[in-house]
């Protein structure tokens, strides 16, 4: 079975045991269709194998075939992980090449085609945490208030106001807030919200969001029934990621915001400044919809920056003061 580009590709050029490239081709086809993976997914797992193997067709000489993969020894895999890291490439993508390599292997076991323990006593590359990129309270507002003037049909208008708002008031992702249908508008006091994994989670509702949904409704020209979309562009079709992430680029750009100013980061903000308001880790990690507390911990660390920058902008000796 022939697995779609580029796994396909990589098994007419590299120096395969034709057994190899079919179990390469139907793996592909199996993160396809059972998976369900994206194309952008699929495209990165078939670049992380081909390099692993193009590495291991010179390390150990091919073709490569079953029987070469479950001979491999744990230093034949680190010196693959020794080489990327010799080429500068980064440990971020050199953990997700390496858990791409672990699927792989795990589905060669499951198929009863290749046995090899050696790569499971490999450890990931550590990966630097990354700090949240929050706006300040300004910002956020900011750019809430920029939307309303930044296009020329009020009612597109008031749609990019509503959405933001819902970013920023209730801490949605953006794929959160643009997957809601009519019938799940956002009112009252609280609202159910299904995130990652099909948990929901319950998030409660400022005014401000309930009302600038409303008025977005008010004035939107397109009938939509309960199983329509909620926010809908111009032609009435689901309104997509990427064309809120080209808003945000083109107020970020009016209002001379940083180039961290995204949708996702209004939910940062949302989190962020909940925290520096008084609001518990617990509480925040509800109301974001993490599945672990060590997730919603990273808000510490911003917060903590905050601090710091207040510190330095105020403190008498910070000032140079005496």
């Known amino acids: 079975m022939a697995g779609p580009a580029p796994i396909q590709e990589l098994t007419a050029r590299l120096a395969l045991e034709p057994k190899l490239a079919s179990a390469i081709g139907a793996w592909g086809a199996w993160l396809g269709q059972e998976r369900r993976l994206s194309d952008h997914t699929l495209a990165a797992y078939g ?10 067709t010179v390390h150990v000489g091919g073709p490569l075939g079953f029987a070469t993969l479950a001979r491999l020894r744990t230093a034949d895999f680190r010196a693959w992980l020794a080489a990327r890291a ?12 390496l858990s791409t390599l672990r699927g792989f292997f795990r589905w060669l076991e499951k198929e009863d085609l290749v046995h090899n323990p050696a790569l499971s006593t490999l450890r990931t590359p550590k990966v630097p945490r990354a700090v949240p990129k929050a706006l300040s309270e300004s910002e ?41 249908n009519r019938r799940e508008t956002p009112t009252g006091v609280s609202f159910r919200v299904t995130g990652k994994g099909g948990k929901e989670r319950l998030v409660p ?60 980061a209004l939910r940062h903000s949302f989190a962020t400044h909940l925290l520096a308001g008084g609001g518990d880790l617990r509480s925040i990690q509800e109301l974001l919809g993490h599945a672990s507390l060590t997730t919603t911990q990273r808000y510490t660390a911003v917060d903590t920056a905050r601090l710091a920058e207040v510190y330095r902008a105020a403190h008498p000796r910070a000032r140079g003061g005496g």
């Open 86 to 97: 010799k080429r500068g490439l980064k440990r971020s993508s050199t953990a997700r090449a």
């Open 140 to 180: 956020a507002l900011a750019a809430i208030d920029a939307a309303a003037d930044a296009s020329k049909a009020p009612w597109i208008a008031r749609r990019d106001t509503a959405i933001l708002t819902l970013l920023y008031g209730a801490g949605l992702r953006i794929g959160e807030a643009l997957g809601l």
């Open 47 to 56: 670049r992380d194998l081909a390099d692993f193997l193009e590495f291991i």
């Open 205 to 264: 509702l400022l005014p401000v969001v309930v009302d600038a949904i409303a008025d977005y409704l008010d004035a939107c020209p397109h009938a939509l029934g309960p199983d329509d979309p909620l926010f809908v562009g111009a032609r009435g079709k689901r309104l997509q990621a990427g064309q809120v992430q080209a808003m945000v680029r083109d107020l970020r750009r009016r209002l001379g915001l940083p180039e961290t100013a995204t949708p996702h």
